[in-house]
């Protein structure tokens, strides 16, 4: 991995700044990748490989383009200043168009929040592959319907981000993740496999789940599956399991973005103040917290990292801005933006966290008489303009306050607006995985697609 | 489009001079390199060049909003050892980084004896598309003169369109694919996709829709498809929107308008006859070939090389050149999409279908242009069968569980059938099925075969490549409409 990507960064900077920029920011990226997979106890595949990229974005009389490159030596990064400063000239003049206010940088410090594991930088591939190899053989040991394994694996990156802009600001961050994850399979009755998957993902080794739970985690799973059949057609309250919440906040989290209530093409533009989902629904985006993948001590333009709440009571608080998304509607930014080496920034999350309530999760699944526990969804069937909301489904259904059978090729659907607010339970249980944090929740009534 | 064996070994010498030009690679550096890849004993070993430039302009509110550019390259390097693969790429073109990356990917191998690899020989690949005219390289001014129309003409389509936003992406990608048993060949692959996406506002009611098309072409792909057209289709779908009606739920047969419907087959079964997948045995159809399927009205085709369509390939990441290949016909399984290794695990020849999204990807059997011969039915008789059901024309992306068959699609454009005649359209809704039931309900084929236009992109294990998709008028007589209405 490269360790002069700041200095890359400042450098393209000033060079823009010379060339006639008004305004420019550069962002430089070096990564390290590392994994082993295994299947049927054999190895499949090693990765190891590092790559690095620069992208800059100028700005010169309120028109802007990005431009990136693989190439790092000094003849290229001019190249590439001199082709983003002509690309710009095709834009047209756009008022809202520029870096952050001064003051919204994190000019001064930036928090450290431990995205960094030293361990990562020496563990072996070895001791991968042996880990990923405990993985699977903890899914076969764990049930012997267990036959078959689209293999386990385990991954590790290791990362620089740098960022400088013509305001000043420069600074650059570590950050490492580590994975293992495995799928396993089994044979139904009818001639169908059942199949499911498991995965822990963290910046740190020592906060990583044991490989063999992981592989326990992702038998029992599959093996639970077996005998799975369709419900006929009905409406049921639905309990979701948390694993699958993340779903359902990953789309809200892109239904908040800035972007899309510029375009008005999210639902829920035009509710900012207004009672949206049920009393018990809170949600925050908090980059601030510590070690967690969506973790970022500062946003993709040097914007101070700042926890936002998004729904407080049901209430729905506003949306996550970037500077440009934010100036275009007379806000402010959020902190929020993403960033990638090809495109110019947008907002977007950083860790989703739904506050758990304080019901014991099993007694969400008590209560009901007749229901659905939902814990898998497929497809891409929302309509973030409408919130319409049509997705495949697998799960359990659950009677008499049990569940009893295992459910699969059935649809669910409803309205993302009416589901908010149709959640009469938040479990208190949270599970972490990736960038999102999510109890289990249970929702009044769901439209159940089936025979 | 044929070509004599002049221009091939035209276009042959043009290739050794544009990879010497791109990555200062000649067949003895590749040679070293190769060399330094089984110096631990693998089987074999291959080198994937690759030398990428893409740009998109993005234009909203009738003016550029901004544009961009990126340039990656690089080389990834596979060593197998049995099934085993161990793979490295670099950034950096030089030979000492060549060689380290290959020296990484190689000790996936342990073996004292090894297999040096043969001299190359350079192959001729076929030209179902040229570079010539990519619009990666000419004046941005022209691109934006398009999208420029396109705006027009949403507006102008219904006084309800608030919004056009529009964007034109692509790029113009340099291969070339080196192999220890003696391959060696290039591609240079252009790719365009324009799209456009509509706000309809109506009395406080939103609706957008997108629509957009391309292929393998530069400028040309505009002669035939305007601006004006794609702008238009992406209009009257949000302005439709607005008089949507819920969709059913529960059972109903489903007719399948031509050509984007394709996707179905693309996810019913498609990904189920990669090769992989029934290698490892974790495929529905795995262990079915000689066996009915799908109704007898089926025959399914895997075509790599369509003229300048998405997905289609002058050759493929591994360096085996695409065919066109019948996986069903009449209902009976004929064989899987395969790549190197799964071609090596089933005794049989690799079809053309491994592909990689990049060089720092490693390939697997993956479609290119799938999609299902017409039948004999008229396409209004179809319709005219159904006393209920829906009729489904648009998409915006589907997915499947291999394992388990079940699959889904989002319906974009649909309508409710009702006493055989269409009738209302429906708000957007989501289909599910499981693949190998799904297509032996296919009880009526159309005469109408479509191929879609080049708007797919299919993604594998966090890799996305570009595919095509295409079917006849199709009717399933039952299939799980997932909409509100439970009537």
């Given at each position: 991995m490269r360790e002069d990507l700041l200095s890359i960064a400042t450098g393209i900077v000033e060079q823009a700044r010379k060339l006639g920029a008004d305004e420019v920011d550069a962002y430089v990226a070096s990564s390290a990748e590392t994994s082993a997979r295994v299947r049927m106890a054999e190895v499949e595949r090693i990765i190891d490989a590092t790559s690095h990229a620069a992208s800059v974005r100028v700005i010169k009389?309120?028109?802007?383009?990005?431009?990136?490159?693989?190439?790092?030596?000094?003849?290229?990064?001019?190249?590439?200043?001199?082709?983003?400063?002509?690309?710009?000239?095709?834009?047209?003049?756009?008022?809202?168009?520029?870096?952050?206010?001064?003051?919204?940088?994190?000019?001064?410090?930036?928090?450290?929040?431990?995205l960094y594991d030293e361990r990562i930088e020496s563990l072996s591939i070895d001791e991968m592959k042996d880990t990923a190899l405990r993985c699977e053989q903890a899914a076969f040991d764990y049930d012997s319907k267990v036959t078959n394994s689209?293999?386990?694996?385990?991954?590790?990156?290791?990362?620089?981000?740098?960022?400088?802009?013509?305001?000043?600001?420069?600074?650059?961050?570590?950050?490492?993740?580590?994975?293992?994850?495995?799928?396993?399979?089994?044979?139904?009755?009818?001639?169908?496999?059942?199949?499911?998957?498991?995965?822990?993902?963290?910046?740190?080794?020592?906060?990583?789940?044991?490989?063999?739970?992981?592989?326990?985690?992702?038998?029992?799973?599959?093996?639970?599956?077996?005998?799975?059949?369709?419900?006929?057609?009905?409406?049921?309250?639905?309990?979701?399991?948390?694993?699958?919440?993340?779903?359902?906040?990953?789309?809200?989290?892109?239904?908040?973005?800035?972007?899309?209530?510029?375009?008005?093409?999210?639902?829920?533009?035009?509710?900012?103040?207004?009672?949206?989902?049920?009393?018990?629904?809170?949600?925050?985006?908090?980059?601030?917290?510590?070690?967690?993948?969506?973790?970022?001590?500062?946003?993709?333009?040097?914007?101070?990292?700042?926890?936002?709440?998004?729904?407080?009571?049901?209430?729905?608080?506003?949306?996550?801005?970037?500077?440009?998304?934010?100036?275009?509607?007379?806000?402010?930014?959020?902190?929020?933006?993403?960033?990638?080496?090809?495109?110019?920034?947008?907002?977007?999350?950083?860790?989703?966290?739904?506050?758990?309530?304080?019901?014991p999760s099993e007694r969400l699944i008590e209560g009901i008489e007749d229901g659905l526990l939902l814990t898998d969804l497929m497809g891409f069937g929302v309509n973030k303009t409408t919130g319409d909301f049509s997705r495949g489904a697998q799960g359990f259904r659950i009677e008499k306050g049990k569940v009893t059978y295992p459910v699969t090729e059935i649809n669910v659907s409803g309205n993302l607006k009416d589901m908010l607010a149709s959640i009469d339970a938040v479990g208190d249980d949270v599970l972490w995985l990736g960038s999102m944090g999510a109890p289990s929740i249970r929702m009044s009534q769901l439209t159940i697609s089936g025979i | 489009m044929a070509n004599s064996r002049e221009a091939d070994a035209l276009a042959a010498d043009a290739s050794t001079n544009y990879i010497r030009e791109k990555f200062g690679i000649d067949d003895a550096i590749a040679s070293s390199v190769l060399d330094a890849a089984l110096s631990c004993g693998g089987d074999y070993a291959e080198l994937f060049f690759e030398h990428k430039e893409a740009g998109s302009i993005v234009f909203e509110q009738q003016a550029v909003k901004n544009a961009t550019r990126s340039l990656s390259q690089g080389m990834g390097v596979r060593v197998l050892s049995g099934e085993a693969v161990g793979y490295a790429y670099s950034e950096d073109l030089d030979l000492a980084a060549l060689r380290k990356a290959a020296e990484t990917a190689a000790k996936i191998a342990a073996r004292d004896e090894k297999t040096p690899p043969i001299d190359v020989v350079h192959y001729e690949t076929p030209q179902y598309y040229s570079p010539e005219g990519s619009t990666v390289d000419i004046p941005a001014q022209d691109k934006v003169d398009l999208m420029v129309r396109a705006d027009r003409a949403a507006r102008a389509y219904d006084p309800s369109i608030a919004r056009a936003d529009i964007n034109i992406v692509d790029e113009l990608k340099h291969i070339a694919?080196?192999?220890?048993?003696?391959?060696?060949?290039?591609?240079?692959?252009?790719?365009?996709?324009?799209?456009?996406?509509?706000?309809?506002?109506?009395?406080?009611?939103?609706?957008?829709?997108?629509?957009?098309?391309?292929?393998?072409?530069?400028?040309?792909?505009?002669?035939?498809?305007?601006?004006?057209?794609?702008?238009?289709?992406?209009?009257?779908?949000?302005?439709?929107?607005?008089?949507?009606?819920?969709?059913?739920?529960?059972?109903?047969?489903?007719?399948?308008?031509?050509?984007?419907?394709?996707?179905?087959?693309?996810?019913?079964?498609g990904h189920g006859l990669e090769a992989d997948f029934n290698r490892k045995k974790t495929s529905n159809y795995s262990g079915r070939i000689g066996e009915l399927v799908a109704s007898e009205l089926c025959t399914v085709v895997d075509d790599g090389t369509i003229d300048e369509s998405r997905g289609s390939i002058n050759v493929d990441d591994e360096g085996n050149m695409p065919r066109k290949n019948v996986v069903i016909e009449n209902g009976i399984l004929q064989g899987y999409l395969q790549d190197r290794i799964s071609a090596g695990a089933f005794g049989t020849q690799p079809t053309g279908n491994g592909r990689r999204q990049s060089f720092k990807h490693y390939p697997m059997p993956r479609m290119t242009n799938t999609y299902m011969l017409g039948g004999t039915s008229d396409p209004e008789d179809i319709i005219k069968s159904v006393s209920k059901g829906i009729y489904c024309v648009a998409f915006s992306g589907g997915q499947v569980n291999i394992s388990n068959g079940d699959f889904v699609f989002s319906v974009t454009e649909g309508y409710l059938i009702e006493d055989g005649k269409i009738t209302a359209p429906m708000r957007n809704v989501n289909l599910i099925g499981n693949g190998p039931d799904v297509l032996t309900k296919v009880t009526a084929v159309g005469h109408d075969f479509k191929l879609s236009d080049g708007r797919w992109t299919c993604g594998k294990d966090g890799q996305s490549v570009p595919v095509g998709v295409g079917i006849p008028t199709t009717l399933v007589s039952a299939m799980t409409v997932g909409g509100t209405n439970i009537g």
């Open positions: 009389d309120k028109r802007t383009a990005v431009c990136s490159t693989v190439d790092l030596t000094p003849k290229a990064l001019s190249a590439l200043v001199r082709q983003a400063l002509e690309l710009a000239t095709i834009a047209e003049p756009d008022e809202y168009a520029g870096l952050p206010d001064r003051d919204e940088l994190a000019l001064a410090s930036q928090p450290n929040l431990k689209d293999g386990a694996e385990m991954s590790v990156t290791r990362g620089v981000v740098a960022l400088a802009n013509s305001m000043g600001f420069a600074a650059s961050y570590p950050a490492t993740n580590a994975a293992i994850m495995v799928e396993a399979i089994c044979d139904d009755e009818d001639g169908k496999k059942r199949n499911d998957s498991w995965y822990t993902v963290e910046r740190a080794l020592h906060n990583l789940e044991d490989a063999e739970y992981v592989g326990r985690k992702a038998a029992a799973r599959a093996v639970a599956k077996l005998g799975a059949r369709k419900l006929e057609t009905t409406t049921l309250p639905v309990v979701w399991e948390a694993p699958v919440v993340r779903a359902l906040l990953a789309l809200i989290g892109e239904a908040v973005s800035g972007e899309l209530l510029y375009r008005r093409s999210t639902f829920l533009a035009g509710l900012e103040g207004q009672q949206v989902g049920s009393p018990l629904f809170n949600l925050v985006d908090d980059p601030l917290l510590e070690g967690r993948l969506g973790s970022r001590p500062f946003d993709g333009e040097g914007v101070r990292s700042r926890t936002v709440s998004l729904f407080e009571g049901g209430a729905f608080n506003g949306f996550l801005f970037d500077s440009y998304t934010a100036r275009r509607m007379g806000r402010k930014t959020t902190g929020a933006a993403g960033r990638s080496l090809s495109a110019p920034p947008s907002p977007g999350t950083s860790n989703l966290v739904l506050t758990p309530g304080e019901e | 694919i080196y192999t220890s048993d003696g391959r060696m060949a290039s591609d240079v692959q252009p790719l365009v996709r324009f799209n456009v996406s509509c706000l309809s506002e109506r009395d406080g009611s939103r609706q957008t829709a997108r629509w957009g098309g391309g292929g393998r072409m530069g400028m040309a792909y505009f002669e035939g498809s305007s601006p004006e057209a794609l702008a238009e289709e992406a209009a009257r779908q949000a302005v439709l929107l607005q008089s949507s009606v819920e969709a059913p739920a529960g059972t109903f047969p489903v007719v399948l308008g031509n050509g984007d419907s394709g996707i179905l087959l693309h996810e019913a079964i």
